[in-house]
């Protein structure tokens, strides 16, 4: 090992969760390394950073490594891939294993030619002494090596160090979906399979009494000579009808019918009208005075909002499963499937589950919970699906195909949701009111500060609940309904409350969430959670108050600003943008320029945007001007996950990188329909 | 009353002859994703709203996912995975790949789509005819201007290798 008598490295989180070497990474004799990660391909471009971070310490060429999508019982269980955390929780792990994983291999050559590691250099894996001789990670390649849990004792690389992370990369999925190559799990196509679907009232607040499939299944009765069979199937291979033995196990509320997109009619009972949303304090409750310095000059008071979000993906939810007496196909050799035996094994069932889950570990907890088998029963294999920008019905078409493969043993069933079961079913970003309110001093800065937030929860993910967290669990009889979110810490990131702290330096604040425990759509995960429309309300209020003091927005921000790495990057932002400069084009009134600035969770990477927006017959945003200091000290890539979503810089971020700072430039213009009327 | 009974339906797709036996008012995208194992056309809102499963007919981009077999009869179907030429991928594709000009992926079959229609009547198109031609084309991620970067670039590219031919 290296220096011997070295400090040791904390272990990161994810990697004292899942100590072992041979976890995270294999080193292949074909000049592979397999390097795996609980965090999942979501379209953010993860699975290359993380293959830069590997890279990077074990100093081979990005190429040679091969990532390893996330299965149960194989990959490190590292929870969810939310919260742009990945970086900072895989990447950390796969950064002190590598370099330990490195240094062992090293330690192999020395130990072979006598001599000390540090007199031995390691280039594309190729390990050579200074007298000549050379050997390589390929040829000593061992699985027995990396046996082994981590001790930290290998110091990964100084940050000046990197040739590889902090650079531009091919994205390693690209090829395939150009190609194109099935790389999607819709594309999925499996021996036998069979689709499946799963029918539901129209909206929450509705009960199915029964389903009218005809005719749409009439005709593939007609054709079926098992037609006394009661759920019909689409059959992938022949286009024809098969046909579901038993029925589902989801009784009465769920059937399976032929396809997705046939017409069905559903006879449904409204349930008792959903009440609206009332918290005690509705609307404005009393809040105690804010302890004051100075005398206040004027007060202001703003309010704003957002509606309930659609998640909106540009691809169905949609899973595999299959069911098996036989046990589930044996992983890779290295790798340790947990032990077999349990309650649940008499009844001898497997059940395997290709899904674009954000968490495999997470949905199979929850999918063995839901169906009463252990977890060893399961197992829950990522495989890529449409982008994904938070929860979305990933889980629950996982748990409509999983009790669907349980019907039909030995048959792959596929679930695709419609677009209908997504806009009526899956869970939506929490509509929010925000008021804030401000007493100013006779300049016009702030004295004291208060944010209100009226809003329903938002992480009502699978296992974050005391309630089964899949819909189909939620409807099946005597199923349980998916409980309201609770609110997360702010040190965790908060939920409702994320960025709800103002980040300027006011003399005095005051925020207060009012969770509202009816939940009138289901709500869960979107995008930055609540921070967006918190950020958005604080920012709007900022430029108010600079309006009615008369000052320039950024100087009003500058002024009441304190973090040297915030006023930084306005202060990029505003050079770069040549804000004291700026006119609108011609004479226009209907364009103007504007600055917004938040540092992500308080605690995360920091940005400030200027806004060119022309407002005719629509608002168009012509410009943005985006400078991000993403560079948390020890993880200078982790800006380099790049941000999702459609008003985002990560066009930029992920295409060039950054170090401290990069300021950048972006033409936002319409490139077809970015309003799109589901989401805003 | 719409024809639902099972018959074999002729498309050429992707220069190829296929005999499927489906309903007539099967939309075609199903035929080319499970009849014909022709994936790169994705099932996106299954509206014709997204653009996701566009495939050219007799040249022109149209949504697969709400044009039932019936009108494809006998009619030039070019999906994704016939744009390439001699086992390399279409001029837009590459570019694509070449400008990291895509986040998730799923929507960029439709895309090349637009843009492969759009090179084969207009090699040297504006920035704003490749906006107007990829005006069908959802992107949820935010690739856009990447994407509109590569298509011209394809555009240039293209220009450069008749030039050079």
Redesign the interface.
């Known amino acids: 090992m290296a220096g011997s008598g070295e400090a040791r490295t904390a272990l990161p989180p994810s990697l004292a969760a899942n100590p072992r070497l041979g976890d995270w990474l294999r080193v292949l004799p074909g000049g592979v390394v397999e390097v795996r990660s609980g965090k999942v391909e979501?379209?953010?471009?993860v699975l290359t950073a993380l293959a830069q971070v590997a890279a990077e310490e074990l100093d081979v060429d990005v190429a040679r490594v091969r990532m390893f999508a996330a299965v149960t019982g194989i990959s490190p269980d590292e929870g969810t891939t939310a919260g742009s955390l990945s970086i900072q929780h895989s990447g950390a792990a796969l950064r002190v294993a590598c370099a330990e994983a490195r240094a062992i291999y090293l330690g192999v050559a020395a130990g072979r030619w006598d001599m000390p590691v540090g007199a031995l250099t390691v280039q594309d894996g190729t390990i050579a002494a200074q007298d000549g001789r050379t050997t390589s990670y390929w040829e000593l390649a061992d699985d027995r090596l990396l046996d082994r849990p981590a001790t930290g004792l290998a110091e990964p690389k100084a940050v000046p160090d990197y040739r590889i992370v902090g650079t531009?990369v091919?994205?390693v999925?690209?090829?395939d979906?150009?190609?194109?190559r099935?790389?999607?799990v819709?594309?999925m196509?499996l021996d036998g399979m069979l689709y499946g679907r799963v029918i539901r009232p129209p909206s929450r607040g509705a009960t199915l009494l029964d389903v009218r499939a005809e005719p749409a299944m009439g005709?593939a009765r007609r054709?079926d000579r098992r037609a006394r069979r009661e759920f019909p199937w689409r059959d992938?291979r022949t286009?024809g009808g098969g046909a579901a033995r038993r029925r589902p196990a989801a009784r009465g509320r769920e059937v399976a019918g032929r396809a997705?997109?046939c017409p069905m009619r559903t006879i449904c009972r409204p349930s008792s009208p959903p009440r609206p949303p009332r918290p005690a304090s509705w609307p404005n409750p009393p809040l105690p005075p804010v302890r004051r310095r100075r005398r206040p000059r004027a007060s202001h008071e703003a309010t704003y909002h957002r509606p309930y979000l659609a998640h909106?993906?540009?691809?169905?939810s949609t899973a595999t499963a299959l069911a098996s007496t036989a046990p589930v196909s044996t992983a890779p050799a290295s790798t340790a499937l947990a032990s077999t035996a349990s309650a649940g094994d008499e009844a001898g069932v497997r059940l395997e589950v290709w899904t674009h889950s954000q968490g495999v570990y997470p949905l199979r907890r929850e999918l063995a919970r839901a169906l009463k088998l252990t977890e060893d029963q399961v197992r829950v294999r990522h495989v890529?699906?449409?982008?994904?920008?938070g929860h979305n019905a990933a889980d629950d078409a996982a748990m409509d195909a999983a009790l669907l493969a349980l019907a039909v043993p030995g048959r792959p069933v596929q679930v695709?949701w419609?677009?209908a079961d997504e806009l009526g079913w899956e869970p939506y970003g929490p509509a929010a009111v925000v008021r804030v309110a401000a007493d100013v001093d006779a300049r016009g800065d702030v004295l004291s500060w208060q944010h209100e937030i009226w809003g329903n929860g938002h992480v009502t993910r699978p296992g974050f609940g005391r309630s089964i967290g899949l819909l189909a669990a939620s409807h099946r009889d005597g199923g349980e309904p998916i409980e309201p979110a609770a609110e997360p810490p702010l040190e965790r990131g908060g939920g409702a409350g994320r960025n709800a702290v103002p980040g300027y330096a006011f003399p005095a604040y005051r925020v207060m969430n009012h969770r509202l425990s009816v939940m009138p759509l289901r709500t869960s995960s979107l995008r930055s959670l609540g921070g967006f429309v918190n950020v958005f309300a604080i920012e709007s209020f900022m430029d108010e108050l600079a309006a009615a003091a008369g000052r320039d927005p950024v100087e009003y921000r500058l002024a009441q600003l304190a973090d040297p790495r915030g006023r930084a990057v306005i202060e990029a932002v505003v050079r770069q943008s040549g804000w004291a400069d700026w006119s609108p084009a011609g004479s226009s009134r209907s364009v103007g320029h504007g600055i917004g600035y938040a540092r992500y969770k308080n605690s995360s990477a920091y940005c400030a945007v200027v806004a060119e927006v022309e407002a005719v017959t629509e608002v168009r945003v012509r410009r943005l001007t985006i400078a991000v200091d993403g560079r948390p000290g020890d993880q200078p890539r982790r800006c380099r996950e790049?941000?999702?979503?459609?008003?985002?810089p990560?066009?930029q971020l992920?295409?060039e990188g950054t170090r401290a700072f990069r300021p950048l430039y972006?033409?936002?213009?319409?490139?077809?329909?970015?309003s799109?009327p589901a989401v805003l | 009353m719409p024809d639902?009974d099972?018959m074999r339906v002729t498309v050429l797709v992707n220069g190829r002859r296929e005999e499927v036996?489906?309903?007539r008012d099967t939309?075609l995208l199903y035929v080319l994703r499970?009849?014909l194992?022709l994936?790169?056309t994705?099932?996106?809102?299954?509206?014709g709203l997204?653009?996701?499963c566009l495939v050219l007919i007799d040249d022109r981009p149209a949504y697969s996912c709400d044009t039932p077999m019936w009108a494809v009869e006998d009619r030039d179907v070019t999906t994704?995975?016939g744009l390439g030429v001699s086992g390399r991928?279409h001029p837009a594709?590459?570019a694509?790949?070449d400008?990291?000009a895509?986040?998730?992926?799923?929507?960029?079959?439709g895309v090349?789509i637009s843009a492969a229609g759009l090179l084969a009547v207009n090699d040297a198109p504006s920035e704003d005819e490749v906006?107007a031609a990829?005006?069908?084309?959802?992107?949820?991620?935010?690739?856009?201007?990447?994407?509109?970067r590569a298509v011209l670039a394809a555009a240039s590219s293209l220009r450069a290798s008749r030039d050079s031919g």
């Open positions: 979501l379209g953010q471009g531009s091919p994205r999925d690209l090829p979906k150009l190609a194109p099935p790389r999607f819709h594309d196509a005709a054709r992938h286009g997705r997109n909106a993906a540009m691809g169905p890529e699906g449409a982008g994904c920008y695709v419609s677009r790049p941000g999702r979503g459609r008003r985002d990560g066009d992920d295409a972006r033409d936002q213009r319409h490139l077809g329909q970015l799109d | 639902t099972p036996r489906t309903e939309a499970n009849h194992g994936t790169g994705r099932f996106g809102c299954g509206l997204c653009g996701a994704v995975e991928p594709a590459q694509i790949i400008g990291q895509a986040q998730c992926g799923y929507c960029i079959s090349v906006r990829l005006d069908r084309n959802l992107c949820r991620c935010g690739a856009q201007n990447r994407i509109v």
